[in-house]
């Protein structure tokens, strides 16, 4: 973890209810990170959060590596700016593989570019996501055999109300024409960190979405 680096801490409240805020680290010590304020990722509003308060941090590395920690507010500070010091990760830093984006049923608003125009804009939804790629389910009576670099906008919906709008590259893995769908399997290229990890958070909702709807059968 850098200076400048953006962290997304999340908040378990009653009820499974889960708050999510987005921060910077601003300083760096030998037990503590220094953070400014965090921003409530719904509301856009800044939130003092107290002492003792115990949370879920994530980041993505600059070689777009996902991590994750449990922290715990200590104390307020004021440095260049102020805000607040954290407890370090310690052994319970998790790095989150690449083989661990599992991907998660999900009908995600998508829009396919070639970016030699070799066909027109594909308008469409995903069967499924992950972290690493996605499976779009084209319509019929259109084929994707594009063998160079694809242009994706994609449409992410959080339980936050908020949507998060992606653009960024993918090239073509194989399609899949042996079920009544026809599906183009995907695999997102030098994806931005700070998208791939908007994904994966979206993809963790899901599974979270389905392992409710399982306990409440």
Same mark, same amino acid.
């Given at each position: 973890?850098?200076?400048?680096?953006?962290? &997304? %801490?999340?908040?378990?409240?009653? *009820?499974?209810? &889960?708050?999510? #805020?987005?921060?910077?680290?601003?300083?760096?010590?030998e037990h503590y990170l220094f953070?400014?304020?965090?921003?409530?990722?719904?509301?856009?509003? &800044?939130?003092?959060?107290?002492?003792?308060?115990?949370?879920?941090? =994530? $980041?993505?590395?600059?070689?777009?590596?996902?991590?994750? $920690?449990?922290?715990?507010?200590?104390?307020?500070?004021?440095? =260049?700016?102020?805000? %607040?010091?954290?407890?370090?990760?310690?052994? +319970? %830093?998790?790095?989150?593989?690449?083989?661990?984006?599992?991907?998660?049923?999900?009908?995600?608003?998508?829009?396919?570019?070639?970016?030699?125009?070799?066909?027109?804009?594909?308008v469409t939804v995903t069967s +499924?996501?992950?972290? *690493?790629?996605?499976?779009?389910?084209?319509?019929?009576?259109?084929?994707?055999?594009?063998?160079?670099?694809?242009?994706?906008?994609? =449409?992410?919906?959080?339980?936050?109300?908020? #949507? $998060? #709008?992606?653009? &960024?590259?993918?090239?073509?893995? $194989? =399609?899949?024409?042996?079920?009544?769908?026809?599906?183009?399997?995907?695999?997102?290229i030098n994806i931005q960190k700070? +998208?791939?990890?908007?994904?994966?958070? #979206?993809?963790?909702?899901?599974?979270?979405?389905?392992?409710?709807?399982?306990?409440?059968?």
């Open positions: 973890m850098k200076i400048g680096s953006v962290l &997304t %801490l999340e908040l378990k409240k009653t *009820g499974m209810k &889960t708050e999510s #805020y987005r921060c910077k680290i601003i300083e760096k010590s953070i400014d304020y965090p921003i409530n990722e719904k509301s856009k509003k &800044t939130s003092f959060l107290p002492k003792g308060t115990v949370l879920k941090a =994530t $980041f993505v590395d600059e070689k777009q590596h996902l991590y994750a $920690f449990k922290t715990e507010i200590v104390a307020k500070v004021k440095l =260049t700016v102020p805000g %607040l010091a954290i407890k370090l990760p310690g052994d +319970d %830093l998790k790095r989150i593989q690449r083989r661990e984006f599992v991907r998660v049923p999900a009908a995600v608003d998508i829009a396919i570019h070639s970016k030699n125009n070799a066909f027109p804009p594909i +499924d996501i992950s972290g *690493g790629g996605l499976s779009a389910i084209l319509p019929q009576g259109i084929n994707l055999d594009e063998q160079g670099p694809l242009d994706l906008w994609l =449409t992410l919906d959080m339980q936050s109300g908020e #949507y $998060f #709008y992606i653009n &960024t590259m993918a090239e073509l893995v $194989f =399609t899949n024409k042996a079920s009544t769908l026809h599906t183009a399997s995907l695999k997102f700070e +998208d791939q990890h908007k994904i994966v958070r #979206y993809s963790f909702e899901k599974q979270r979405e389905a392992r409710k709807k399982e306990l409440s059968v």
